[in-house]
């Protein structure tokens, strides 16, 4: 047998490969042979590509457990304000975009900072107003749970004199009766979003009233295809999307079959609490999956939001708010009553739940689960774990639950400022908080994702992040893991929770031909976050980044 493509020269490191693994090859999509480059080489024929690595180490494709590909392929286009702080640089940003952007009808910036006009100013309308005092903009939290718009995109909206938008979400309203400006939640987000040439349709809540029009459906696979090509050029070759909706679920069909998908993606059903367990039914509605590039086998929930919106669900009270924990966004029963209807259906849950209380009634739900259905190999996964009680902390893995975690979540990861996060979550929380380290150490497994665009997609920055990181004071637990167990969660770890560990996430052959050439020192990442780059990507044995210049 003859290879399509090889590489040889590359090199491996023990926790991926046998030892004196320097060469790969595939055919027809799936590796043929793992080993050195005299043994893998003799399978070049007359038509066979050979790429020299130059010394570049071979991975398998990394895992991306935990994103939003439609949102994220919208901010592709947005501003990105991850870094940028202080009225001046924002005000300049937006004033380069009005020239640059003639035809937006509504300027959008996203990975705004709570404290991006500094420490205890909120932004609100005013002082976005001062930035564009008649065009509409808009700014959308790094953590994706708020938005904040000017006077225009509010008045725009119709939500200045504030509005109905459920029990979930919130239109903040000032003391004058007129909205500050901060938009809490999807649905009183939306309102604002509305005003884009995507209206609304990426948000994770979207449901169409009738049929999309052709230009905005063709505009949409535009815009997915962009973030699925973002996530090639990053290493990845499995996506697990995190909001997943009929319509979401046409347009992926579409480019899967057209080929024109360079990341495998799963895309969830989420539910709401008005959906119950009848909500389910809205699988059926997904249409047919594409075996090996798309698939629809979970359900995702909300259980809180996030703790700079005090959204999220608590065991104890917030610091200085006597009596305060937030409510959940799925009422206990309702939530026990979908997770056993899922769970007998077969599928995987995927619960968000940042605050321990939420963790709480996630593992109360599985648990409902595991007794209404008895034990199977669920994986039944937890998102985020940003707090969790010790008690809690024991009872994941003897439920079988995964931990979906991002490195670059932590206030402090790489650059993130730690206020207000780390006070309003209160020091009582901070030795469980992203406890990597202690859910390793409990045998939970772990799969690492960005939950891009709410953090950089770059698995890379994810294992820097989460490599140095330090504890927020004296006295802490060191949660961070090490690299080689880092690059196992972005890899079999995120495979083994997208029960797809039998055909990816681990080189060998037999499997899927998914893997990266990273140039550089992986084990420098610890110390800078440029120490290595994806040179590399493969999918399905068709390359799907890079490559030029090898
Ligand atoms: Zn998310």
Same mark, same amino acid.
């Given at each position: 047998m003859t290879a399509d493509i090889l590489i040889v020269n590359a090199r491996t490191r023990a926790v991926i490969a046998?030892?004196?693994?320097?060469a790969v090859a595939w055919r027809d999509g799936i590796v043929i042979a793992l080993g050195d480059d005299a043994a893998v080489g003799a399978?070049?024929?007359?038509?066979t590509r050979v790429i020299d690595a130059r010394g570049m180490e071979l991975m398998p494709?990394?895992?991306?457990?935990?994103?939003h590909l439609f949102m994220g392929g919208a901010t592709l286009t947005m501003l990105d304000l991850g870094t940028t702080f202080g009225f001046d640089a924002v005000a300049e940003t937006f004033a380069r975009a009005a020239t640059d952007r003639p035809g937006d009808d509504l300027i959008q910036a996203f990975s705004?900072?709570?404290?991006?006009?500094?420490?205890?100013t909120r932004p609100d309308r005013h002082i976005l107003d001062r930035i564009s005092p008649d065009r509409p903009i808009s700014l959308m939290s790094a953590d994706l749970h708020c938005t904040w718009a000017n006077t225009a995109a509010l008045a725009q909206a119709g939500v200045l004199h504030g509005a109905?938008?459920?029990?979930?979400a919130e239109v903040v309203m000032g003391p004058d009766g007129l909205a500050t400006g901060e938009l809490r939640e999807f649905a009183a987000m939306n309102r604002v979003n509305m005003?884009?040439?995507?209206q609304g349709r990426d948000g994770l809540d979207y449901r169409p009233a009738g049929p999309v029009a052709e230009s905005d459906r063709s505009y949409d696979c535009e815009v997915i295809r962009q973030a699925a090509g973002y996530c090639a050029a990053h290493g990845i070759t499995s996506a697990v999307n995190m909001d997943g909706n009929a319509y979401q679920a046409g347009l992926l069909r579409d480019l899967a079959l057209a080929g024109d998908l360079p990341v495998r993606v799963s895309l969830p059903l989420r539910l709401v609490a008005?959906?119950?367990?009848?909500?389910? @039914?809205?699988?059926?509605?997904?249409?047919s999956e594409v075996p090996g590039?798309? !698939?629809?086998d979970r359900v995702k929930m909300f259980l809180d939001g996030v703790w700079d919106t005090w959204t999220a669900l608590t065991t104890s009270d917030y610091p200085n708010r006597p009596g305060f924990r937030s409510q959940p966004l799925i009422p206990q029963d309702t939530f026990d009553a979908i997770c056993i209807a899922a769970d007998a259906r077969g599928l995987q849950i995927a619960t968000h739940a940042v605050g321990d209380g939420a963790v709480r009634a996630a593992i109360d739900g599985y648990a409902a689960a595991r007794r209404a259905n008895?034990?199977?190999?669920?994986r039944h996964r937890i998102e985020h774990i940003e707090a969790i009680t010790p008690q809690d902390l024991d009872r994941l893995a003897p439920l079988g639950i995964t931990a979906s975690m991002q490195?670059?979540?932590?206030?402090? @990861?790489?650059?993130?400022?730690?206020?207000p996060t780390v006070s309003i979550m209160g !020091?009582?929380?901070?030795?469980?908080?992203?406890?990597w380290r202690m859910l390793k150490d409990r045998g939970v497994p772990l799969a690492f994702g960005s939950d891009w665009p709410v953090s950089p997609i770059d698995p890379l920055l994810g294992i820097h992040a989460c490599l140095s990181r330090q504890p927020?004071?004296?006295?802490?637990?060191?949660q961070r893991i090490s690299l080689d167990d880092c690059l196992l969660a972005c890899t079999r770890g995120g495979a083994y929770a997208d029960f797809s560990a039998v055909r990816r996430g681990t080189l060998a052959?037999?499997?899927?031909?998914d893997l990266v050439l990273i140039d550089?020192?992986?084990?420098?990442l610890a110390e800078s976050p440029d120490a290595a780059r994806v040179a590399l990507t493969v999918c399905g044995g068709r390359i799907t980044y890079g490559a030029d210049s090898l």
């Open positions: 046998a030892p004196g693994t320097t399978l070049a024929g007359p038509a494709g990394f895992v991306e457990s935990h994103l705004v900072h709570y404290t991006v006009f500094g420490e205890g109905d938008v459920g029990p979930e005003l884009s040439r995507l008005s959906d119950g367990p009848a909500g389910l @039914a809205m699988l059926d509605d997904f249409g590039w798309l !698939r629809f008895g034990p199977r190999d669920s490195p670059l979540h932590p206030p402090g @990861a790489a650059g993130l400022p730690l206020q !020091r009582d929380r901070w030795p469980t908080a992203f406890p927020w004071a004296d006295g802490m637990p060191d052959a037999g499997l899927d031909a550089g020192s992986l084990d420098g």
